[in-house]
């Protein structure tokens, strides 16, 4: 499981021209998964992600959580985070979990951060959407399930 985070002043999703949702200040988060993903993965992702301190405190640490800043998610499933461009100059997608199975583990997922207090609003699976956002910093962090379980 990939998880790119985005902190941000704000952020929404569209699809067709229509406003689908939107977030002022916290994450935005592009949601990805692979083959062996599991709801083990997804709830530890999860969890970690809610703790992370990304947000400066009054000295200009990042010692704040989103629980600290009352932040919001913007939550969007993105697959071609498991693009694969080793060869050629096409990428290959054969790493990302099949859509069927993706998208029952990206709604756990955000089932998983409700449960655990906060805010998500969701773009739509699969669909196409454009996203627009205000990058914080800009402050963005790739949370790979291999690199930290």
């Known amino acids: 499981m990939k998880v790119l985070i985005q902190r941000v002043l704000n952020a929404n999703v569209k699809i067709d021209g229509k406003l689908i949702n939107e977030i002022s200040k916290g994450y935005l988060l592009l949601v990805s998964f692979t083959n062996g993903d599991n709801e083990e993965i997804?709830?530890?992702?999860?969890?970690?992600?809610?703790?992370?301190?990304?947000?400066?405190?009054?000295?200009?640490?990042?010692?704040?959580?989103?629980?600290?800043?009352?932040?919001?998610?913007?939550?969007?499933?993105?697959?071609?985070?498991y693009a694969d461009i080793k060869k050629g100059n096409r990428p290959s997608f054969i790493n990302s979990l099949k859509p069927d199975e993706a998208n029952i583990l990206y709604y756990k997922f955000n089932d998983k951060v409700r449960e655990l207090g906060f805010s998500v609003k969701e773009?739509?699976?699969?669909?196409?959407?454009?996203?627009?956002?205000?990058?914080?910093?800009p402050f963005t962090i790739m949370v790979d399930s291999k690199e930290i379980l």
């Open 42 to 81: 997804v709830n530890k992702i999860a969890q970690k992600i809610c703790n992370l301190r990304i947000f400066e405190d009054e000295n200009g640490k990042t010692n704040l959580s989103l629980k600290d800043v009352n932040g919001e998610i913007l939550s969007i499933s993105q697959f071609t985070l």
């Open 123 to 137: 773009g739509v699976f699969g669909a196409d959407m454009k996203i627009s956002l205000i990058n914080d910093g």
